[in-house]
């Protein structure tokens, strides 16, 4: 048996299946223009799954506030057109099949937790960096969502002056912020350009990206204080440069040792599963909705 997958994005639909403990068959398509050719485009996706894989259920990991209980979409993302509406009852018809839809943050964090880099631990908090900052929180690789469904928008945060986690802790922030400083257009330089300069000795660059691992390490610090997980995972897309996520990890330790905290270090651990996690973490998450078992 098994589970056809879409990670659904703004500008890319992945697909995959999960076929005896693992992801298979991966491949991507150009998100649809409308709702009507998204289900085109699914449903063909599907058959030809079909074809090769006895399908039980389609895992879904969208963008947007997703109410798994009543299978409808809330909130805003890049992929107007799947808001607001029984989603999920309609595309349970359309596939002839269950279907579960998970947020995609959310998705990933569940991914880590059960089948990924905090397997070990049951508690477990997941922290996605990439244009802002979002996450999970996992106890016994179970999301927990919250009263309304907000629980690890980390980025919300407030760290200073009014500013939150996702405008000061990101390289996104940082580069716009060299940017600014250097008299430039706010979109005219990239987080890794940033990097790369001050790894060649550019003092400003230095500086911003110093400053960006304080941000990390003070928001980090603060999820620490405040949820008291086993660990936190780290994804996006700073998780696939090891060097960043060791100067994160040596700025965290050296914000603990300053607070004389030491007993309570976080354990920071960078996340496996990375550009797959989504789609994993719809295979998980169909497994908990649906009633399948995922192995761990």
């Given amino acids: 048996m098994a589970t056809v997958l879409f990670d659904w994005g703004g500008s890319a639909i992945k697909y995959g299946v ?51 209980e009543r299978g409808v979409i809330g909130g805003l ?53 990439g244009s802002g900052v979002g996450g999970a929180i996992l106890e016994d690789k179970v999301l927990r969502r919250g009263s309304h469904r907000y629980a690890g928008e980390f980025g919300l945060m407030t760290l200073q002056d009014g500013q939150t986690f996702s405008e000061l802790g990101t390289a996104v922030a940082m580069a716009k912020r060299y940017a600014l400083r250097m008299s430039m257009a706010e979109d005219s330089v990239t987080g890794a350009e940033v990097f790369r300069l001050a790894e060649q000795g550019d003092a400003i660059a230095q500086e911003e990206v110093e400053q960006f691992y304080h941000w990390m390490a003070v928001g980090l610090f603060n999820l620490q204080v405040c949820y008291d997980p086993d660990c936190l995972v780290i994804g996006g897309g700073i998780s696939s440069n090891d060097r960043i996520f060791a100067g994160i990890s040596a700025r965290l330790t050296a914000l603990v ?40």
Wanted: aromatic share 8%.
């Fill in 257 to 296: 040792q300053e607070k004389q905290l030491t007993e309570f270090m976080p354990t920071l651990l960078l996340c496996e599963h990375r550009n797959n996690a989504n789609l994993i973490g719809a295979a998980v998450s169909f497994a908990q909705q649906c009633g399948d078992n995922v192995k761990k």
């Fill in 18 to 68: 999960w076929a005896q403990d693992a992801l298979q068959d991966t491949g991507s398509v150009k998100t649809p223009a409308s709702w009507l050719e998204m289900k085109e485009q699914l449903l063909e996706i599907c058959r030809d799954f079909q074809q090769r894989y006895d399908i039980k259920g389609v895992g879904i990991s969208a963008p947007g506030n997703v109410d798994a």
């Fill in 77 to 129: 993302s890049a992929i107007p057109y799947i808001h607001h509406f029984p989603i999920v009852a309609e595309l349970t018809a359309l596939f002839g099949l269950p279907v579960s839809i998970e947020n995609d943050a959310n998705a990933a964090g569940i991914a880590e937790a059960a089948v990924g880099a905090g397997r070990d631990y049951r508690h477990v908090l997941f922290v996605i960096v």
